[in-house]
């Protein structure tokens, strides 16, 4: 059985890599919180240097809606990876996903609401 920091240190390795393949740029920092059934999912500098470019040229309302339309279709399409890699690491199936980013700072909210709260055991203190 996993510690919590073995399976927060786990989700961040695995999204990270699915980041890097799947959107073509991994996060340049990256948290995971798992708090109950929740599991919480930060990541700081993910906007592609296209995505900041259209952010910048179009309208700024419609650049935002535009990348956030195209950010939460990709996470969509892309959630039986995201579910799998989740639940292979916790071992317990994901219901809901939640997503949003922030086209100003560049930071990315991936939160999963899990069938029930993951067990792990205590890490060793010294």
Excluded: N, W
Aim: aromatic share 4%.
């Amino acid at each position: 059985m996993k510690t919590l920091g073995e399976i927060e240190a786990a989700v961040c390795q695995g999204v990270s890599q699915f980041e890097q393949e799947f959107m073509g740029r991994g996060p340049k920092d990256i948290r995971a919180h798992l708090i109950g059934d929740l599991l919480v999912i930060r990541m700081q500098g993910v906007l592609t240097a296209a995505e900041q470019h259209l952010v910048k040229t179009l309208p700024e309302e419609k650049g935002r809606d535009l990348l956030k339309q195209v950010r939460s279709q990709l996470i969509e399409v892309a959630r039986p990876k995201l579910d799998a890699l989740v639940e292979g690491i916790t071992g317990i199936k994901p219901i809901s996903l939640h997503h949003d980013i922030s086209t100003l700072t560049g930071e990315e909210i991936v939160i999963f609401t899990l069938t029930e709260a993951p067990r792990y055991r205590d890490s060793k203190k010294k």
